[in-house]
């Protein structure tokens, strides 16, 4: 295979400026996820110019740590000024910060799974494996995949619309973000949010809540590899939908997963199943991008699914294999989406 030169003005052209690049990037990915996580950023976003006293007292945090972490970054990155002791978010700051991109990244890849780096050195060693020995924390990863995926709602409500579905099931729901954007973009929509941890609901429940929308939206206890577990909650679903959640089963085998589905489908006969994937790049795929542009697929790729135990995400040929072998009946593939998500509509 032809390598190509990786782009030496984005990684260092020095042993210098590319070794530093690694420390920066490190200790700026921990820090902005930090400021992100208390508010920090989001105040000075809504009030302006606070010296870091003032930003401690408003987010309730250490001002001695963060008045470091504060100049770390004013000396480090372009998102942050300071006049006359008080910081601000530069122009740049304040579009890039709040990016989509960038909170998917930060909650998810940072907060999410830090921890299979930080554990990279005993599980390569046989000393420790995740789901065993310690696992992401699911809030983060909820709110790092409603970043990721919320550009992809518009066209999911559309096709809800286009179906006819009036009430839509959101399997793996996490902290009910899907739901409600579904159902600020269409009135009359009303939902089911399953998810198998009771703390996700109860967050979940509380954002339902403060976004006044109880009344139409309703969360269960359940678990996706037992579609019973949630059966009569959903008797009256028109639809399901799953973003980024099935493949978490691939780490049983494609087998498992088509049992799910098989599952479903006698439970739900005639119902409609929207799901959103990854869709796997082969090597040439990525020696072709930019080197900007092939490190947030390369995480997903090739750490995130191999750490975590759930092989490589599957190529769009294979899913599609997959649905056929479960008896699925497709209806649609949309794949013009950031983050090389693939939309299936299908029929059980």
């Not at 400026?17 to 690694?22: E, F, G």
């Not at 975590?308 to 294979?318: D, F």
């Not at 899913?319 to 509509?345: I, S």
């Amino acid at each position: 295979m032809n390598t190509a030169a990786p782009d030496a003005a984005w990684l260092g052209d020095s042993l210098l400026t590319w070794s530093q690049s690694i420390r920066n990037g490190y200790i700026r990915a921990f820090v902005i996820f930090a400021l992100h996580e208390t508010g920090v950023f989001e105040t000075l976003r809504r009030r302006g110019a606070m010296t870091s006293a003032e930003l401690a007292e408003a987010c309730g945090v250490n001002a001695h740590l963060l008045d470091g972490v504060l100049h770390f970054l004013l000396h480090a990155d372009v998102v942050l000024a300071k006049d006359d002791g008080r910081f601000r978010l530069t122009k740049r700051g304040a579009e890039w910060l709040f990016a989509d991109s960038v909170l998917a990244m930060s909650f998810g890849a940072v907060g999410a799974y830090a921890s299979i780096l930080h554990e990279l050195v005993p599980c390569l060693r046989n000393q420790k494996r995740y789901g065993v020995d310690f696992v992401r924390p699911g809030d983060l990863l909820a709110k790092g995949s409603y970043y990721t995926g919320k550009g992809n709602y518009d066209w999911i409500v559309a096709e809800l619309k286009r179906l006819g579905v009036a009430r839509v099931a959101d399997l793996g729901c996490g902290l009910g973000d899907v739901l409600v954007g579904f159902c600020r973009l269409d009135a009359r929509l009303e939902g089911v949010g399953i998810d198998i941890a009771s703390g996700a609901l109860q967050a979940a429940a509380e954002r339902v809540r403060d976004e006044d929308l109880a009344h139409r939206i309703m969360l269960v206890q359940g678990d996706v590899t037992r579609p019973e577990s949630f059966a009569a909650a959903t008797a009256n679903v028109d639809a399901f939908h799953g973003l980024m959640v099935f493949h978490e089963f691939l780490r049983d085998g494609e087998q498992a997963l088509v049992e799910i589905f098989e599952r479903m489908k006698a439970l739900f006969p005639g119902r409609y199943l929207i799901v959103g994937e990854f869709d796997r790049l082969s090597d040439a795929e990525f020696q072709a991008m930019p080197l900007a542009e092939r490190i947030h697929p390369l995480f997903y790729q090739h750490v995130i699914h191999p750490l975590t135990w759930q092989g490589l995400p599957m190529e769009k040929e294979r899913w599609l294999r997959l649905f056929g072998r479960a008896g699925l009946t497709l209806l649609k593939v949309e794949d013009r989406f950031r983050f090389r998500l693939v939309e299936y509509v299908l029929r059980f």
